[in-house]
């Protein structure tokens, strides 16, 4: 399939869970694979590729959960922007680019770059766009404090996620100021 050192991040050689999971990961009824193989579009047919390969690994590692091999190939595929792949050609290949993006960037900038994303979450202007969003769909979070506390508890799940990615990455980072 491809070379083992490929898979190799945060000093693990990840290449035996990688390649198990890939085996396990194509599933041609699920809808975002079938938008990824036939959107007219190219840049759409890689959204919707990287979307389905993300839903297979992000909750995984939710929250606190997931173990270190997890938690690292999500590292890898969160600070991959699908904007560098042009088109959809399948899991395997994308895993492949995003695994070649991360040797390219370096762990510690991924890991920066997870945790800016993490900030900017966290920012006002952030919870300004969410609220305005909310309100042009006609559901303000405002007007439901139960259902507004359930999503800032579901996002600090998702940063809780990314913090552990990045310190997964970069433990050194993780002291940083």
């Not at 595929?77 to 904007?83: D, G, I, K, Q, V």
Request: with cysteine; charged share 30%.
């Amino acid at each position: 399939m491809t070379e083992a050192l490929q898979f190799v991040v945060a000093g693990r050689d990840l290449s035996p869970y990688v390649e198990e999971w890939l085996a396990d990961l194509e599933d041609p009824s699920d809808p975002l694979l079938i938008e990824a193989r036939r959107d007219p579009s190219p840049r759409e047919r890689a959204s919707y590729g990287a979307s389905f390969v993300m839903k297979t690994v992000a909750p995984k590692v939710w929250g606190d959960r997931g173990g270190v091999q997890d938690l690292l190939l999500f590292a890898v595929l969160a600070s991959f922007p699908a904007t560098e792949l042009p088109d959809w050609k399948d899991c395997a290949t994308y895993v492949e680019r995003a695994f070649d993006h991360m040797h390219r960037i370096g762990e510690v900038e991924a890991a920066r770059r997870l945790r800016a994303d993490v900030e900017e979450r966290a920012s006002e202007e952030y919870a300004r766009e969410r609220s305005q969003m909310y309100r042009a769909l006609g559901r303000p979070l405002e007007a439901n404090p139960a259902r507004t506390a359930y999503w800032e508890r579901e996002l600090a799940k998702g940063n809780e996620r990314s913090l552990r990615a990045a310190a997964a990455l970069d433990p050194e980072g993780n002291r940083a100021p």
